[in-house]
C-alpha cells in the first residue's frame, strides 16, 4: 500500500473529514447508553477510518473527493448567458 502526496490540501482535508467522523463516533459511543447510538457511532467510527486511509492511498482522488470546477465561477456565468442579452 502506497501513500501518495500530490495533492496534499485535498487530501488534508479528507482525513481531516475522516477525523471529523470518529470524533462523532466516538463520542457517540462513549456518550450513550442506547443500542442504536452505539452502532451509529461505529458506523462513524469506521468510516471515519476509512476516509483517513483512503485519502493518502488512493492514486486519483477525483474519484472519490469532488473534482474542481471546469470553468471558474465567473466564466460559468458568462456561458449561461451567451448569445442572449442580460436582463
Known amino acids: 500500500m502506497a501513500l501518495h502526496t500530490d495533492r496534499p490540501l485535498r487530501r488534508t482535508i479528507g482525513s481531516l473529514f475522516g477525523v ?3 470524533a462523532v ?5 462513549a456518550l450513550t447508553d442506547g443500542e442504536r447510538a452505539y452502532w451509529y457511532g461505529a458506523t462513524g467510527c469506521l468510516i471515519g477510518v476509512i476516509a483517513i486511509i483512503s485519502s493518502w492511498t488512493v492514486r486519483d482522488l477525483d474519484t ?3 473534482r474542481h470546477p471546469r470553468h471558474p465561477v465567473m466564466d460559468a456565468e ?4 451567451k448569445g442572449r442579452e442580460p436582463s
Not at 25 to 29: D, F, N, R, S
Open 25 to 29: 463516533g466516538a463520542a457517540a459511543i
Open 20 to 22: 471529523a467522523f470518529l
Open 64 to 66: 472519490i473527493w469532488c
Open 78 to 81: 458568462k456561458t449561461m448567458t
